[in-house]
């Protein structure tokens, strides 16, 4: 059979709104010698994905107009110096900026490093779901270093990072969490990942801070893990004990939330995979991620939901960011079909 020399991707012509996008043909990349080409089968969206569209300051860890951070597929070359994959191997990974393009395409080249086996128990689709959200909550669970008795809080846990920390954080016996969500599907999957009731706050409740402290009986949390930025970041602050621990996940913290997180004297943490790609310790990213894998294969996680938005097209690639943009995902990862599953 001849080999394929092209393959299909949805580029940005320019920053902007979504009708920067086109269908384009461009030629396969050829792997490196330390490198494996997949063809995808499924990949996620990402809110980076919109903010490097609009060209917000993420657009610096663009290298390539194709967008697209992680996926699922199946190898289908290895170079010369890769031993740990075999073509036809199902593989998922947190690409980033790391592979030769993104991930609205069918297919991509990238160092095997950063690669790991798709666990048999999860989809394509699921899987796509799954690395740059596990690898986020990882970082964070590993990095807080509490015992399970303390008192955690985390702002919009039922995105794809809060829903994977807060299995991390069950799995391993933390009770005494708190988080918030905005609407019914997304309280439902908390409950269904563990959460009772009484943890889930409404963050569009009035008065929130007071509503929290009152149900808190006025403790404090050791540590608070914000996940959205902006107003909620300034609620972060302002449940922490002094010298207590702030995860900023997002660098969208505001000046006030600053200030009290200064005054409070707090251990700040910056969670930032990219860090690591900086430095090419890409072990990292596959090392990282076969944890997660292991623990899916036990059944100690379970994958996160997704809803997928269609197959690769221009339409499904617009669509999607107009979803992730108004925070329509619903407590879902979003997914875009490249090839069918059974293909």
Known sequence: ?????????????DFGGVENFSAATLPIPEPGDNE??????????????????????ERKRMHSPILGREFSGIVIKTGKGVQQFAIGDAVMAASGSMGSNGTYATHISLPQEILVHKPTNISFAEAAALPTAALTALQCYKRLQLPASARIFISGAAGGVGLVLVKLLIAAGYTQLCVTAGNEDSKRQLLLAGLLPSQII??????????????QNGQLFDASIDLVGGHLSELCADVLLTNGIYQDVTALSTPAARETLFNKGTVIMNISNYAYSLTRQLRYYGDSLRQITAMLEKGILTPSPVYVTGMLS?????????????NQSRGRKLVMTIFPENE
Do not use: C
């Open 1 to 13: 059979m001849k080999e394929l020399e092209n393959m299909q991707a949805i580029v940005l012509n």
């Open 36 to 57: 494996v080409l997949v063809k995808i089968m499924a990949t996620a969206f990402n809110p980076i994905d919109y903010q490097m569209r609009q060209g917000a300051t």
């Open 202 to 215: 409404d963050y569009r409740l009035p008065d929130l801070l007071q509503t929290i402290l009152i149900q």
């Open 314 to 326: 221009v339409e499904t690639v617009q669509q999607s960011h107009d979803l992730l943009e108004r």
